[in-house]
Structure formats: C-alpha cells, structure tokens
C-alpha cells in the first residue's frame, strides 16, 4: 500500500524519528524478534504535547516505513490522520512507562521464543554470561496479570520497572526502556542474546554463575568498550546493513 510522505508534514526532528524508529521496526524482524504483527515499539516525539509514534496495527515490521507510522496521544488516539488503525490496547504497557519516566523516549517490546522461554523460569536472568551482567544491572520483574489491556495494571508495571532499563514481563517477553531509539534496540539485542545463550546453556549441562563482584565498575567497562559512544558504536552499521538490504523504511 503506498502512503504520502509525510517527510514535509512533520518538522525535521521528528521526520529523523520517525526514520530510526521505521529502521527499529525493520531490525527487529531482520533478527527474529517480531510477533507477525503484534507487540510495539513506541518513541516520544520530542515538545511539550506528549505524542508518540507507534506501528500501524496490521502491518508487518518489514512493512513499516517512516511515513506509515502513527502518531498518537497519551490515550492512542491519533493525532495526525492516518489510514492505518492502532491498537489502544497494545498501548497499555507503552503508555504507562512513557508517563512514569520522561527519561525513556523509547520502548520496545517483543515476544521472542528465547525471552519468552526465560520468562517462565522462575529464576529469571541467571549470571552466566557476560552479556547477561549489563542485564542484570538493570533489571525488573512484573507478573503475569493476563493480556495487559486493564488500565490497573499500569501502576504495577510502573513500580516494577522502576528506574532500570531492562524488564522481564513474567510468562509474556521482554522490555526495554531508553532514551533513544538505538539505546533501546542495542539494549533488546543484548537481552535477546542474554536469553538465548541462557536457553542453549541450560540444554548442554551444569551451569557456570560468575561471581556478584564483576559487576563492580561495569559502567566504566562498558564505556571503555564502547570507546564512550555507547549505541552509537554500532547504530549507524545497523542503518548501512538495512540500506543495502532495502533502503525503503526511509520512505
């Protein structure tokens, strides 16, 4: 279905969003990580007005392009007119998190078999790995409630993710919480890869846990790795490998 571009309809700023949030979309199905169309990702738009971009329901996440996707207020009523509809209820989870921390400008939600998987173990996160220490040194929990569409759970789902960056929905996937979109996606990929090598290390015998005292000055380890750029250490190759694959997101 093509759509108008919006790219002269919206200021320059939240065009820019739109395009790193269409390329978010389009990773994650690169990866494996997408549900058909269900779960979000969701990202603020930048002013005083509380709007957010999120996926037109019934698209694919390798359909999405900048232009297709909605924007909405807090509520998920839309505020610009779009021919795609969205989900209110899948909005639940997004909305209450955007409200409870201006500092996240992105969340990101997936249904991932490996996520899923160490979501029913009743020991969550185990630290196994080293991808599983920048987890662990953020990480909440929230109980199964059922399909989250009641407006009561929110305050729960506040109160557990609290100020971490990383939350465990028990029995459903996972969430991540950031600042910016490529923080978000980096920080899903290192949950991903955190619950599949949990999964595959469980089948191949006793586990090895690290001693509690590696975590200490992991901030400083993850700078130092990162050469201090954080996710904009590897965003940018992640938009030159959508750009030679299908540059169309972008439209």
């Known amino acids: 279905m093509k759509i108008a571009s919006m790219k002269e309809v919206v200021s320059a700023e939240e065009w820019q969003l739109r395009v790193d949030l269409a390329a978010c979309y389009r990773l994650v199905a690169l ?34 392009t900048a232009s297709s996707l909605v924007k909405v207020d807090q509520e998920c009523n839309k505020v610009i007119e779009s021919p795609f509809p ?4 899948g909005f639940v989870i997004h909305s209450c998190i955007h409200d409870a921390r201006p500092d996240v400008n992105c ?19 185990l630290p196994i ?68 090598i949990q999964v595959d290390a469980q089948g191949g015998g006793e586990l090895v846990h690290f001693k509690p005292e590696i975590m200490n000055g992991l901030a400083e380890a993850r700078k130092i790795a990162t050469l201090g750029q954080g996710s904009n ?11 030679r694959i299908d540059p169309g997101y972008q439209d």
């Open 107 to 125: 969340v990101l939600h997936t249904h991932s078999r490996a996520g899923v998987a160490v979501s029913t173990q009743k020991n969550g996160v």
């Open 233 to 243: 250490i590897a965003w940018p190759a992640l938009i030159r490998r959508l750009d």
């Open 129 to 196: 790995s080293q991808q599983s220490t920048f987890v662990l040194a953020s990480l909440g929990y929230h109980d199964y409630e059922g399909i989250a569409v009641r407006d009561d759970e929110k305050t729960r789902l506040k109160a557990d993710l609290g100020t971490n960056k990383f939350l465990v929905l028990r029995n459903h996937g996972l969430l991540t919480a950031a600042g910016s979109v490529p923080d978000a996606f980096l920080s899903m990929y290192t949950f991903e890869n955190t619950c599949r």
């Open 86 to 89: 969205v989900n209110p209820a």
């Open 31 to 64: 990866y494996g990580w997408s549900d058909l169309v269900f779960t979000h990702i969701s990202a603020r738009v930048p002013g005083p007005e509380h709007h957010f971009l999120i996926n037109p329901y019934g698209l694919m996440f390798d359909e999405i």
